[in-house]
C-alpha cells in the first residue's frame, strides 16, 4: 500500500473517530440529549434545515456545547501537530510544542493581564498570544549564531527562557491577591465558556500553518538524516528549520492564547501514532493531528463530566503522564 492510500485510510478512519467522539461528548452534560438530536441540530445549523428538537436544546448544543467541542478539537489538533514537528525537528522523544519557550512566554502574558487592572476582554488572549511568539523569537535570535541555528543550542536556549519566564510567572502570581484563582485556573488549561469567536479565529491561524507544516512533511523526514546529509540531497536545512520552528510556534501560540496552558497532548499523541503509523511525517502528521484533536474533546469530556469541573489539562496530565511512563518502561520510546 503506497504513502497516499495509507494516509487516506488513516485519516477517514481518525475523521470518523472525532465526528464520534463529538456526538457523544455532546450528549453530556447536566441535560441528556441523544446523539440523533445532536446531529439533527448540528446539520439544521449547518444546512439550514428544520429540526424538531425543544429550543433549550438548541441552545445548549450550538451556544455552550459545540463551541466548546470544536474548540478542543482546534487546540488538540493544533497541540499534537506541532509536537510532531518538535520532535522531528530536535529529533528528542521529550521534545513537545512548549519547549522553545511558547507556553512560558504565553503563560508570562496573560498572568501579567490577569494581575494588571486591564479590563479589555479581547486583551488576556492577545498577550498571552504575543507573549508566546516573543518567547520563541527570543529563543530563536538567543540560540543564533552566524546565520546558522544549531538545534542543540536552540534547545538549550528554550531550557533557559523557560525558567526565567517561569520565576516572572512565580512572582506575577505571589502579587496576584484576589486574582490568584484566576490565574492558575488559566495555567492549568481550560476550555470553559467557549464561544464560536474563539474556535473560528484560532482555526484561521491553526489549519493554514498546519497546511503550511504538511507541505515541508518532506522535508522534515530528510531532516532526521542529519543536517549534513539534508543539505547534499538539496534542502535548504536553515530556511527549513526556520519555518518548521517559526509554524510550530504560531500554532502553540494560538491554542495556549486561548485555552491555556495544556501538557501531554503534544507530547503523548505523536508518540502513540508513530508507534501505529511509523515515523514518515507525511503519514504521521495528519494523524498525529486528528489524533489530538479527538484526545482533547474526550478529555474534556472527562473534565466536565463531574459534579465539580476540572480544568482540562489536569486530565491530560493525569491519563498522559502514566501512559508516557508505560511506553517509556516497555522501551516503546523511541527516538523520530
Same mark, same amino acid.
Request: no cysteine; charged share 10%.
Given at each position: 500500500m503506497n504513502t497516499s492510500v495509507r494516509t487516506g485510510v488513516w485519516v477517514v478512519g481518525l475523521l470518523g473517530t472525532l465526528v464520534a467522539v463529538t456526538l457523544a461528548s455532546a450528549t453530556i452534560g447536566p441535560v441528556t440529549i441523544s446523539a440523533g438530536s445532536v446531529a439533527d441540530i448540528a446539520l439544521a445549523a449547518l444546512f439550514g434545515g428544520a429540526t424538531d428538537a425543544p429550543a433549550s436544546h438548541r441552545t445548549i448544543v450550538m451556544s455552550i456545547r459545540l463551541p466548546r467541542i470544536v474548540l478542543g478539537a482546534v487546540v488538540g489538533f !493544533?497541540? #499534537? !501537530? #506541532? +509536537?510532531?514537528?518538535?520532535? +522531528?525537528?530536535?529529533?528528542?522523544?521529550? #521534545?513537545?510544542?512548549?519547549i522553545v519557550g511558547v507556553s512560558a512566554g504565553a503563560a508570562t502574558g496573560a498572568v501579567a493581564t490577569i494581575v494588571a487592572p486591564v479590563s479589555i476582554p479581547v486583551a488576556l488572549p492577545i498577550a498571552a498570544f504575543a507573549g508566546a511568539l516573543i518567547a520563541a523569537f527570543g529563543v530563536y535570535v538567543l540560540a543564533s549564531e552566524g546565520g546558522r541555528t544549531p538545534v542543540g543550542t536552540l534547545l538549550l536556549a528554550g531550557i533557559a527562557v523557560q525558567t526565567f519566564l517561569g520565576a516572572v510567572v512565580s512572582f506575577l502570581l505571589v502579587s496576584a491577591g484576589r486574582d490568584l484563582r484566576e490565574a492558575i485556573y488559566w495555567l492549568m488549561g481550560h476550555l470553559q465558556h467557549s464561544t464560536w469567536t474563539e474556535a473560528t479565529v484560532a482555526a484561521a491561524v491553526v489549519v493554514p500553518g498546519f497546511l503550511g507544516l504538511l507541505a515541508y512533511a518532506r522535508d522534515l523526514n530528510v531532516l532526521l538524516l542529519g543536517e549534513e546529509d539534508a543539505h547534499s540531497l538539496g534542502i535548504e536545512v536553515e530556511r527549513t528549520k526556520r519555518l518548521l520552528l517559526a509554524v510550530a510556534s504560531l500554532l502553540t501560540a494560538a491554542s495556549v492564547a486561548v485555552a491555556g496552558v495544556i501538557g501531554f497532548v503534544g507530547l503523548v499523541v505523536p508518540h502513540i501514532m508513530r508507534l501505529l503509523v511509523g515515523p514518515d511525517h507525511r503519514i504521521l502528521l495528519p494523524t498525529s493531528a486528528l489524533a489530538g484533536a479527538s484526545f482533547l474533546v474526550a478529555t474534556d469530556t472527562v473534565a466536565r463530566a463531574g459534579t465539580a469541573e476540572l480544568p482540562v489539562g489536569i486530565v491530560t496530565a493525569a491519563v498522559g503522564a502514566p501512559f508516557f511512563l508505560y511506553l517509556l518502561r516497555n522501551r516503546e520510546v523511541r527516538t523520530p
Open positions: !493544533a497541540l #499534537a !501537530a #506541532a +509536537g510532531t514537528v518538535m520532535q +522531528g525537528f530536535f529529533r528528542n522523544p521529550m #521534545a513537545d510544542p512548549s
